[in-house]
Every structure is written in C-alpha cells, then in structure tokens.
C-alpha cells in the first residue's frame, strides 16, 4: 500500500513544471499602490516590495531631496515608470493621521531641496525648485484628472516622447509647445539677467508678460478640453432633466389611461373615449405650441389663439358625453372676446349634438377669412323642428343665437327631423387679427 502511495506522489511531482518547483521565493513584484496612497502611491509601493514601514521610505525621500532636489526627482521617475497595481488588490484607506504625515514629509522635502540649494549657493537651486513646483502641480492635475484623461496621457507616454510631448496634436502642437517654452525661457531669463536692478520697471513687465503668454499657450488644450468637458456635461444633464420630465408625464397620463382602459375592458365605449381623450392630450404635449399648456384656461379668456380654444373645447365635450369630435381648422387668429363668445357658442352647440342628436360623432369645422370667422357644427343624429321648441329651452335661443348676437355675430341653423343639424356661426373679426 505505502509503495502504491509513493509511485502515485512520484508520478504527481514529475507533473510540475520544473521551472516551478526551481522558483525561489522573493519579494513582491514593484508596483505603485492604487488603493492607500497619499499621493501617487510610489511610497506605499516601494514599502511592499521592502517589507518596511511606509513613513521610512517617505522620510527617505524627504532627507534626499536637500541634496539638490534628487528624493523628489527619483520620486517623479518612480512615478513615470512603475507600474500601477491592478484593481483587484485589496482596498487599504489611508488615515487622516497618516495623510497628514505623508503631507508633512512632501513640504518638508521641498523645502530641503530649496534651502539646500539656496546655502550652498550652486546652480542646483534653480533647477530643484522648479522642478519641485512641477512636480507637485504634476500630482495635482493626475489626481485631478478623471479615467479617461489619464488613458489619453497614458497611451501618449507609450507612443514615445514625441506621442508624450505633442499628445497627437501634429505639428500645430509642436510649434504650440516650442512657442510657449520660447516665451517662458525668455521672461524667466529677462528676471536672471536683471535681477540686479529690479528698478527698471519696463524689463520686469516684459518678464511677466512673457511668461505669463507662454504658460498660457502650453496651457490652452487643458483649458479647452476643460471647456468641451464642461459643454458635455451640461448636455448630459439636460438630457437626463428631458429624460425624466418626459418620464414624469408618461407616468402621469398615458399609464393612469392604460390602467383606466385596464379596468373598462367590458365596456367598449369607455374604452373608445379614455382612448380618444389620451391621444388628444398626448398630441397637444407633444405638438402643441407650450407643450405643457392649458388649453380650458385659454378657452376660458386666457389669451391664445383661436385653433387651441376649438380644440380644448372639443376635447371637453368628448370627455363629458363619451362622443368623438372631429375638427378642422383652416388659418390662425388672436383670441379676442367676441372669438371666446364664437368658441363658447360653438361648444354650446357640440353639447346640444351630444345631448339630443343620438350620434357618435360631431363634426367641427372653421375657417379664418380676412374679415370674419366661420365655424360649422354638424351632426347626422335625429334632427328637429326649431318651431317647435318649447320656449322654456334656452340653450339654442340664449347660450348661442344670444350670445353670437351680442357680439355682433350672426347664427344659421339647418336642420329637420330626420336629416341631422348644421349650425352655423359667423363673427366678424378685425383688420389684422387673422394670422
């Protein structure tokens, strides 16, 4: 049994690859940490790959940068050129206490740097300061940057210098470089050479100015693409505002009718009014003039045109009496009060249809002339004898003959019994009313 056993783990281990089982244990691979980092995360990486406390290695780096700047330029290298873990490592938040440490130790590095440099007196000074101040304003906009931004300058690093340099800009981006580099150079050298003599005002003004047009063509794609980002999200807010106001109203109308419908399936004629009153408000918000208007309050005297009061007052017949209303409009005018006397006596009329017709449908037509506005109500229902209208009926006498005549309006009926009924109404309207 123990030789089955033996040939079996035998046969196992001749399996693995001899360059596993050769592989010695070591130290972690250098990466920069992404997680629990204070500010590019190289401190916190060198300190895995040592197995040492990450505030040694940032002291480090601080005591190094008094001889001429050197921690904080093996800090930018490290930077470029190691890499980034990847995502899955686990998640380790860095302290208030630490992050403050981390910051300490950065201030006091620069100013090492630059005190070193300034008791020395070499040239080393003017180099480590700048390059500090670069640096840091480096760390800065990275940190700053969102994902995308940081794969466009990544994908220009790995193209070469030049991909780093001109970012893809072509020649317009290199004579944009050299120009501003050129300007920045001379309005630092005008400062070198007249350091002495600071009184001359005039070389001091062409110092700054230079420099500060030169920084302002380096810096222009950050600004601009700063600008189009800005443009972007403005649009997608407003996107996301139309998304969810028109969301809002769906849910408000067309849903409530689908549930309505839902609950009315057994009677048809429901069913054909609910239907007819969703489509109606559907097509005013979605073609009307205001979208979200009100068309009783215009129809009421709120000012508006003529072709909206017809339609709202169609539409409130159609839902009183369960009847389908068919329009037309030809032209557009100013509502004024003898069109709101028209529009009222033209429902009034819709009404006396729906009441006493016997039909499903009413049919509305008007027509804006130069000089006057016409509207025909007709039906195909049962029809009547106007004489013989008792006197105590005051809808066709008062609500419309009434109503038209006093405002200077004239009123036609056609009808019989048998033969459906055809009122006419004509109002006169101002020179310059019809649109």
């Given amino acids: 049994m123990d030789d089955v056993q033996e040939e079996a783990r035998e046969k196992a281990v001749s399996r693995v690859p001899s360059s596993a089982l050769a592989q010695p244990e070591g130290p972690p691979k250098l990466y920069r940490r992404r997680s629990g980092r204070a500010v590019a995360g190289v401190s916190a990486g060198l300190a895995d790959h040592l197995g040492v406390r990450v505030v040694w290695v940032r002291a480090t780096f601080a005591v190094l940068a008094a001889f001429g700047g050197a921690g904080l330029l093996a800090y930018g290298l490290l930077w470029v050129f190691v890499p980034q873990r990847r995502g899955d490592d686990a998640a380790q938040p860095v302290s208030a206490k630490e992050r403050q440490q981390a910051i300490g130790l950065l201030v006091l590095g620069i100013g090492l740097a630059v005190g070193g440099s300034t008791v020395t007196g070499v040239i080393s000074g003017w ?34 210098v030049a991909g780093m340099v001109l970012g893809g800009g072509g020649w317009s981006a290199a004579v944009r470089i050299l120009a501003g580099v050129a300007l920045v150079i001379t309005g630092i050298g005008v400062l070198v050479l007249r350091s ?63 549930a309505l419908i839902q609950k009315q399936a057994d009677t048809p004629k429901e069913v054909a009014r609910l ?13 009307g003039p205001s979208g979200y208007g009100t068309p009783k309050e215009i129809a009421d005297g709120g000012g508006g045109q003529l072709s909206t009061a017809i339609a709202a007052v169609c539409g409130e017949v159609e839902d009183s009496f369960a009847i389908s209303v068919s329009q037309v409009v030809v032209g557009e005018a100013e509502l004024d009060e003898s069109l709101r006397a028209l529009v009222q006596a033209a429902r009034e009329a819709m009404v006396n249809a729906a009441k006493h017709a016997g039909v499903e449908e009413v049919s509305v037509y008007a027509e804006v002339e130069p000089t006057s506005v016409m509207v025909f109500v007709r039906d195909r229902g049962k029809g009547f004898d106007p004489e013989a209208v008792s006197e105590d009926r005051h809808g066709l006498a008062d609500s419309i003959r009434g109503r038209m005549e006093r405002n200077g309006g004239t009123v036609r009926l056609r009808t019989a019994p048998g033969d459906g009924t055809e009122v006419q109404l004509e109002m006169p309207i101002k020179q310059g009313s019809a649109a």
Avoid: C, K, N
């Fill in 127 to 160: 180099v480590a300061a700048p390059l500090a101040v670069a640096l840091v304003g480096a760390a800065v906009v990275w940190r700053e940057a969102d994902e995308s931004q940081r794969r466009r300058w990544r994908s220009g690093a790995r193209s070469g």
């Fill in 196 to 258: 002495g003599s600071f009184d001359q005002l005039q070389f001091a003004l062409i110092a700054v100015v230079a420099t500060l047009v030169g920084v302002a063509v380096l810096t222009v794609p950050f600004w601009l693409r700063m600008v189009r980002d800005l443009g972007e999200e403005r649009r997608a807010r407003i996107r996301t505002e139309e998304r969810a106001e028109i969301a809002a109203h769906l849910h408000d109308s067309v849903l409530q009718t689908l």
């Fill in 275 to 287: 239907a007819r009153g969703q489509e109606r408000e559907l097509r005013g918000w979605l073609y």
